[in-house]
């Protein structure tokens, strides 16, 4: 008994099954009483792809709705640094949508995880389409919207661009929402 024990003992402690029998774990060479860490790599990586969520991707979805508030206000100079900082963000939240790649390819194989996984596929379209109406739709109502409101100064200018705004921003936000709702509940 001290013997297996000891052998045991020298076993690798890396890729344990929760739940794995004695005999699964004696046949397969991984000790019985050794716990499932997680690689740093991988670890590293949900970090960088959570904290990029939350202020990549955040501001991403937030800026238009100020950007709303500025051109009811007239301001024409904020809206159009809005646009910028919107246009930023959202480029910049690819690196978010890559490091999600970098997680699922890290992920254990036990999970199964892969593109056509319907909760992981759902969660790339959902986001294309968030990025693409931000880029293709809001962004460009807001940069209309700060050229109308710096040409003239009358009531007409400060509804220029607002419903597209509005809408685009207000569906974008939807879609990530759904995202992380995806992402946290995985189907």
Same mark, same amino acid.
């Given at each position: 008994?001290?013997?297996?024990? &000891? ?6 402690? &890396? *890729? ?30 949900? @970090?960088?792809?959570?904290? %990029?969520?939350?202020?990549?991707? /955040? ?12 051109? *009811?206000?007239?301001? +024409?100079?904020?809206?159009? !640094? ?14 978010? $949508?890559?490091? /999600? $790649? %970098?997680?699922? /390819? ?5 999970? +199964? ?11 790339? @379209? ?23 409101? %710096? ?9 220029? /661009? ?5 809408? +685009?921003? +207000? ?12 992402? !946290?509940?995985?189907?």
């Amino acid at each position: 008994m001290h013997e297996e024990h &000891r052998a045991a003992r020298a076993l690798p402690t &890396r *890729r344990i099954l929760p739940g794995a029998s004695k005999e699964m774990r004696r046949t397969t060479g991984v000790a019985a009483s050794a716990p499932r860490y997680a690689e740093p790599m991988d670890t590293l990586f949900s @970090i960088l792809h959570v904290v %990029g969520a939350v202020f990549i991707v /955040g501001p991403m979805a937030i800026l238009p709705m100020t950007a709303m508030r500025a051109v *009811r206000a007239g301001n +024409g100079a904020q809206v159009a !640094v809005l646009a910028k900082s919107t246009t930023i963000f959202s480029w910049l939240s690819l690196i978010v $949508f890559l490091l /999600g $790649f %970098g997680v699922m /390819g890290m992920a254990d194989e036990k999970y +199964g995880l892969s593109f056509t996984t319907p909760w992981i596929l759902w969660s790339i @379209i959902l986001y294309v389409v968030a990025f693409a109406l931000t880029l293709f739709v809001v962004v460009p109502s807001m940069k209309k919207a700060a050229e109308a409101l %710096g040409a003239s100064d009358g009531a007409e200018a400060s509804k220029a /661009g607002y419903p597209a705004i509005a809408a +685009g921003s +207000g569906i974008a936000s939807l879609l990530l929402v759904v995202v992380v709702v995806l992402m !946290v509940w995985k189907p």
